[in-house]
T-cell receptor, first 114, second 112 residues
Framework: GAGVSQSPSNKVTEKGKDVELRCDPISGHTALYWYRQRLGQGLEFLIY????????KSGLPSDRFSAERTGESVSTLTIQRTQQEDSAVYLCASSFPTGVYGYTFGSGTRLTVV | DQQVKQNSPSLSVQEGRISILNCDYT??????FLWYKKYPAEGPTFLISISSIKDKNEDGRFTVFLNKSAKHLSLHIVPSQPGDSAVYFC???????????FGQGTRLTINP
């Protein structure tokens, strides 16, 4: 596709349930990033993929969070046993290996944990 | 520890005037700085960037200034237009790192 696609765009889940968020990067972009934005705050880095390996997962807030990527394509961010503090907009971005100079963000998934 | 700070949550400017958005950082290892613009329900889009070897970068109506001694950067928009109304984020990176550190954002409103 022409841009970074994220699904679902909105997700409401009950506390304690697991959720999966999906990101389809721009074709040819080998680097993929997950960020989240909690209300009134800036974007927080979660994890970075180069191909299907994750050289930097330092931003994952707890072991309830995990992510994987299939080759140089789709990535899935999984949050297990969701908590209310997980409510945020989860943003995915992709780029060529040049990295920070050329991010393209998706529109995000708004996750609400009730 | 908030390494990148945008201390003004909001700014209102009259159309045609200059908009100045400010950003401060604490990590002296940052060597590349970016500004992103975000409309509601959309992802941030890249606006302009500056390397730490420069103190100014200009692109059309947008100019970014970097003051390394003060650890401060600013984005100037001249003249401001209604379509500039959005949330603006500054971001910074350390050479070799793939991640960006973002500020909290400033909501800019351009009034007709």
């Amino acid at each position: 596709g022409a841009g970074v696609s994220q699904s679902p765009s909105n997700k409401v889940t009950e506390k304690g349930k697991d959720v999966e968020l999906r990101c389809d990067p721009i074709s040819g972009h080998t680097a993929l990033y997950w960020y989240r934005q909690r209300l009134g705050q800036g974007l927080e880095f979660l994890i970075y993929f180069q191909g299907n390996s994750a050289p930097d997962k330092s931003g994952l807030p707890s072991d309830r969070f995990s992510a994987e990527r299939t080759g140089e394509s789709v990535s899935t961010l999984t949050i297990q046993r969701t908590q209310q503090e997980d409510s945020a907009v989860y943003l995915c971005a992709s780029s060529f290996p040049t990295g920070v100079y050329g991010y393209t963000f998706g529109s995000g998934t708004r996750l609400t944990v009730v | 520890d908030q390494q990148v700070k945008q201390n003004s949550p909001s700014l209102s400017v009259q159309e045609g005037r200059i908009s100045i958005l400010n950003c401060d950082y604490t990590n002296s290892m940052f060597d590349y700085f970016l500004w992103y613009k975000k409309y509601p329900a959309e992802g941030p889009t890249f606006l302009i960037s500056i390397s730490s070897i420069k103190d100014k970068n200009e692109d059309g109506r947008f100019t970014v200034f970097l003051n390394k001694s003060a650890k401060h950067l600013s984005l100037h928009i001249v003249p401001s237009q209604p379509g500039d109304s959005a949330v603006y984020f500054c971001a910074a990176s350390v050479q070799g790192a793939q991640k960006l550190v973002f500020g909290q954002g400033t909501r800019l409103t351009i009034n007709p």
